[in-house]
């Protein structure tokens, strides 16, 4: 019930999937950085208490987190329709693998000094901090991740099948 068929079709179909959540990634990342740097810019010193409350602010930081949620389905939905079969089993693959990635990421704070990731004005102590607050962040929402790929994958098998069945 649960084999894994590895083909390179299907380790495609992964590496696609991870490219459209990271892609959608950095397309948010670049948003909010714009946004951000545009209230930076046009914002006098003593109104930043003020600016990032405002509505461009807000409507990025919602903006960014519809996108994390939709990336997950639709990198599942792109390898449930690419593998056309257990696209639910694949998706959640593409979550584990997801969940792989981004721990290991976030573990490097632990490994490099905090100079070199955050600059040599930041306490050491607080980076640790920061790194176990996403690590502990990214465990809680895992399972949503894992769930929501899950749901894209068998989606996109779905859509395969209606697809065909035309």
Request: no cysteine; proline share 5%; hydrophobic share 50%.
């Amino acid at each position: 019930m649960f084999n894994i068929n590895l083909s390179r079709k299907n380790l495609f179909a992964i590496f696609l999937g991870l490219l459209v959540i990271v892609g959608l990634g950095i397309i948010t990342s670049t948003v909010s950085f714009f946004v951000i740097s545009n209230i930076m810019r046009t914002t006098p010193v003593s109104e930043f208490k003020y600016a990032f409350s405002q509505q461009p602010i807000l409507v990025s930081n919602w903006l960014s987190k519809i996108i994390a949620l939709a990336s997950p389905i639709l990198g599942g939905f792109v390898v449930g329709y690419l593998v056309k079969e257990k696209g639910w089993l694949y998706g959640a693959l593409l979550g584990f693998i997801l969940l792989f990635i981004s721990i290991s990421i976030v573990s490097l704070i632990f490994i490099l000094p905090t100079s070199i990731i955050y600059g040599p004005q930041f306490p050491p102590n607080y980076g640790h901090e920061l790194a176990q607050k996403n690590i502990l962040n990214q465990l809680l929402h895992s399972p949503l991740t894992i769930v929501l790929a899950s749901l894209g994958g068998y989606l996109g098998e779905r859509f395969y099948i209606q697809k065909v069945k035309k």
